[in-house]
């Protein structure tokens, strides 16, 4: 499984855009990149996945450079609803086990 | 109509006694999983089962078994329960293992245990 890299916590205000970079600077062929939003006593949601370059969806942006070896979720114009814990997934399709990192805890403010 | 759904939401009891915490998908999805989210919100994998056989033990101690009566229930005994064991714990599927391409996992509500 590669192993996933990101800041434990950023801060923002409401309107900006946040960018959250994920390393994954051993990612295999097969892997995709998978993006998981957790408010508070809930559970983990989907975001966004991609493989390469950039996907985009009602949600977020997803950024991935030609060599994989990090990607950066981008989220447009913040609102405090968005205050939540934003983990990175990367993994093989047949492995059977999303691993979750310790996560990027976003904190947007008024 | 919820898509996994587990029960009880908030389960208090003492110490050495045991447990159970049930799970169900209306997805038809193939997967389900265990994951236990501690005091310091790491969310670590327990068990997953893909089409009621299990695929991953993540050195789990056993007083804790699984046990899918089919593909759509993957519940979670829990034997002579310790202080250590108060925790989150979410049920999820998904359609294959999870990480595929244009396939999400879908979280249960969490159940929250505490042991006093």
């Known amino acids: 499984l590669a192993k996933t890299t990101q800041p434990i916590s950023m801060d923002s205000y409401e309107g900006q855009e946040v960018n959250i970079t994920c390393s994954h600077n051993?990612?295999?062929?097969?892997?995709?990149i998978t993006w998981y939003q957790q408010f508070p006593s809930q559970g983990p949601r989907f975001i966004i996945q991609?493989?390469?370059t950039k996907v985009t969806n009602e949600v977020a942006s997803l950024f991935i450079p030609a060599d994989r070896k990090s990607s950066t979720l981008s989220l447009p114009r913040v609102s405090l609803s968005d205050t939540a814990v934003y983990y990175c997934?990367?993994?093989?399709?047949?492995?059977?086990?999303?691993?979750f990192g310790a996560g990027t805890t976003v904190t947007v403010r008024a | 109509d919820t898509a996994v759904s587990q029960t009880p939401k908030y389960l208090v009891t003492q110490m050495g006694n045991d447990k159970s915490i049930k799970c169900e998908q209306n997805?038809?999805?193939?997967?389900m999983y265990w994951y236990k989210q501690d005091s310091k919100k790491f969310l670590k994998i327990m068990f997953s089962?893909?089409?009621?056989?299990?695929?991953i033990n993540e050195t789990v101690p056993n007083r804790f078994s699984p046990k899918s009566p089919d593909k759509a229930h993957l519940n979670l005994h829990i034997n002579s329960l310790e202080l250590g064991d108060s925790a989150v714990y979410f049920c999820?599927?998904?359609?294959?293992?999870?990480?595929?391409?244009?396939?999400?996992?879908?979280f249960g509500q969490g159940t929250r245990l505490t042991v006093v």
């Open positions: 997805l038809g999805h193939d997967t």
């Open positions: 991609g493989y390469k």
């Open positions: 051993n990612i295999a062929t097969n892997d995709y």
């Open positions: 999820a599927s998904s359609q294959d293992g999870g990480l595929s391409m244009n396939t999400e996992a879908f």
């Open positions: 997934l990367v993994g093989d399709p047949n492995d059977y086990k999303l691993s």
């Open positions: 089962y893909n089409n009621k056989e299990l695929i």
